[in-house]
T-cell receptor, first 119, second 114 residues
Framework: AQTVTQSQPEMSVQEAETVTLSCTYD???????LFWYKQPPSRQMILVIR??????QNATENRFSVNFQKAAKSFSLKISDSQLGDTAMYFC????????????????FGKGTKLSVKP | GAGVSQSPSNKVTEKGKDVELRCDPI?????LYWYRQSLGQGLEFLIY????????KSGLPSDRFSAERTGGSVSTLTIQRTQQEDSAVYLC????????????FGPGTRLTVL
């Protein structure tokens, strides 16, 4: 069964600094996507970034980038130039299966990392 | 375009009562998911609808929980005889469908069972 582990329950960073959130996972699939979602106090889950496992190049979205190590099954999120609005819970997630019923099935989430950005 | 919507935003009920939670997915999305998030926890999968296929109910915690999706669009999650442990945020997500990947979430319904 797939598992997702986020080993940092809480982290804090000073505004404008860089922070890295870690995530490790286990899956028997070969081609899959990996996701980072952000959940601010409003509780809306917002997609931050996604990575396709068959791509060697790490995904980037503005200040957000990932360090994807497929062999190590590691998928960390780096936030550069942290802003107060980045304060939120961050969840790493992988799908249960590939092409299950035409889509990728439900997501398995880690327990999350609570990130606080301090002024 | 419009995102995933859920109603009500908050629901307070008494133990033993039935509740219905509604999800309106993004137009054109064929896949719909329900998750539950207990206080301070990650998301727990409940049920998954894909097009006209039989739903994957493997995540439903008990037979008090059921869900339907009418016309391949709106979905209703029903919890019968609610218990205090059912208190949580119920999140709905949708994705485009075949060979798609990204799930888009609604704002959730916070259920409180007294």
């Amino acid at each position: 069964a797939q598992t997702v582990t986020q080993s940092q329950p809480e982290m804090s960073v000073q505004e404008a600094e860089t922070v890295t959130l870690s995530c490790t996972y286990d899956t028997s699939e070969n081609n899959y996507y990996l996701f980072w979602y952000k959940q601010p106090p409003s509780r809306q889950m917002i997609l931050v970034i996604r990575q396709e496992a068959y791509k060697q190049q790490n995904a980037t979205e503005n200040r957000f980038s990932v360090n994807f190590q497929k062999a190590a099954k590691s998928f960390s999120l780096k936030i550069s130039d942290s802003q107060l609005g980045d304060t939120a819970m961050y969840f790493c997630a992988i799908p249960t299966s590939v092409n299950y019923g035409g889509s990728q099935g439900n997501l398995i989430f880690g327990k999350g990392t609570k990130l606080s950005v301090k002024p | 375009g419009a995102g995933v919507s859920q109603s009500p935003s908050n629901k307070v009920t008494e133990k033993g009562k039935d509740v219905e939670l509604r999800c309106d997915p993004i137009s054109g999305h064929t896949a719909l998911y329900w998750y539950r998030q207990s206080l301070g926890q990650g998301l727990e999968f409940l049920i998954y609808f894909q097009g006209n296929s039989a739903p994957d109910k493997s995540g439903l915690p008990s037979d008090r929980f059921s869900a339907e999706r009418t016309g391949g669009s709106v979905s209703t999650l029903t919890i019968q005889r609610t218990q205090q442990e059912d208190s949580a945020v119920y999140l709905c997500a949708s994705s485009l469908g075949p060979n798609s990947d990204t799930q888009y979430f609604g704002p959730g319904t916070r259920l409180t069972v007294l």
